[in-house]
Every structure is written in structure tokens, then in C-alpha cells.
């Protein structure tokens, strides 16, 4: 019964990269609540619009988080190869897709918003993460198989 809240990517709604998702969110959030926070200031010549803004924020925040779940839908199918597929180690499971991981990058991203101070060691750790995974663990699930054991 657990096996289907936190386990392998394929048959779980949390696996061990909703750990990266949730670092990705800080940062992601951070960039896009900078961002937005200049081209609003410039759009509506004040420094106050905090209401506007949160929209525009956590719809930044889910367009990336969507844009990567398409791309990273299409390697783990195949197009960059069959390396690439092999490191995807199979198809995430579409509630982990759609839902958990978008919601750990909107947590990142009011963990950012509340905690600022944050946002620089979750991206250090992310790339980490990243570059531990990719160049030196043999697929992208071998840390919960790992865990699972």
C-alpha cells in the first residue's frame, strides 16, 4: 500500500527526485519572482503589487515546472536515444507527473518566498544532486532502489 506514495518513479506518486523537484522550486521560484518583480515594477510604475505579482509568480513556477515534465516525458520515451532512455529508467507515473512534482516546485518556490536565505544552498545542493546522479550513479533511480533494498 505505501508502494504507491513513495518508491520507484514508474508505479509511486513520491519517488527520491521529489527532493530535487522541491530544491528546483527555490530556485526556479526565486529567478521567477525576481524577474517578475522587475517587469512589474517597470510595467505598473510602483513598488507595491504583491497581489498582482503572486500570480504571476506561481504561474511562472508551474509553466517551468510543466515545460520540464514534457521534456522529460519525451527523453524518458526514447528521442534523445537509447541511452537517455535507459538513464530514465521507464515512464514516471502520470499522478507524480502531473501533481507531485509541479507541487514540490510551487513548495519550493513559498519556501523561497518566506526564506530567502534558502534559495543559494538548495541550488548548490540541486546541482550536486544533479552531477552526482548523472555522472557518477549508472541510472536516475539507482539512489531509491537503493533505499528500497
Same mark, same amino acid.
Given at each position: 500500500?505505501?508502494?504507491?506514495?513513495?518508491?520507484?518513479?514508474?508505479?509511486a506518486?513520491?519517488?527520491?527526485?521529489?527532493?530535487?523537484?522541491?530544491?528546483?522550486?527555490?530556485?526556479v521560484?526565486?529567478?521567477?519572482?525576481?524577474?517578475?518583480?522587475?517587469?512589474?515594477?517597470?510595467?505598473?510604475?510602483?513598488?507595491? *503589487?504583491?497581489? *498582482?505579482?503572486?500570480?504571476?509568480?506561481?504561474?511562472?513556477?508551474?509553466?517551468f +515546472?510543466?515545460?520540464w515534465?514534457?521534456?522529460? *516525458?519525451?527523453?524518458?520515451?526514447?528521442?534523445?536515444?537509447t541511452?537517455?532512455?535507459?538513464?530514465?529508467?521507464?515512464?514516471?507515473?502520470? !499522478?507524480?507527473?502531473?501533481?507531485?512534482d509541479?507541487?514540490?516546485?510551487?513548495?519550493g518556490?513559498?519556501? +523561497?518566498?518566506?526564506?530567502?536565505?534558502?534559495?543559494? !544552498?538548495?541550488?548548490v545542493?540541486?546541482? +550536486?544532486?544533479?552531477?552526482?546522479h548523472?555522472?557518477?550513479? !549508472? *541510472?536516475?533511480?539507482?539512489?531509491?532502489?537503493?533505499?528500497?533494498?
Amino acid at each position: 500500500m505505501l508502494d504507491i506514495i513513495f518508491g520507484l518513479k514508474t508505479h509511486a506518486i513520491l519517488d527520491v527526485w521529489t527532493i530535487e523537484h522541491l530544491l528546483s522550486g527555490l530556485s526556479v521560484g526565486s529567478a521567477v519572482k525576481t524577474k517578475n518583480h522587475k517587469v512589474l515594477s517597470r510595467i505598473l510604475n510602483t513598488k507595491d *503589487h504583491k497581489h *498582482h505579482s503572486w500570480w504571476f509568480n506561481l504561474t511562472g513556477v508551474l509553466f517551468f +515546472a510543466y515545460l520540464w515534465e514534457t521534456l522529460e *516525458h519525451y527523453l524518458e520515451t526514447g528521442l534523445a536515444g537509447t541511452r537517455v532512455e535507459y538513464w530514465f529508467q521507464g515512464v514516471e507515473f502520470w !499522478p507524480n507527473r502531473l501533481i507531485a512534482d509541479p507541487l514540490m516546485l510551487v513548495l519550493g518556490y513559498m519556501i +523561497a518566498k518566506k526564506w530567502p536565505f534558502l534559495v543559494w !544552498p538548495a541550488r548548490v545542493l540541486s546541482i +550536486a544532486w544533479i552531477i552526482i546522479h548523472v555522472f557518477v550513479f !549508472p *541510472h536516475s533511480m539507482y539512489l531509491q532502489e537503493v533505499l528500497l533494498k
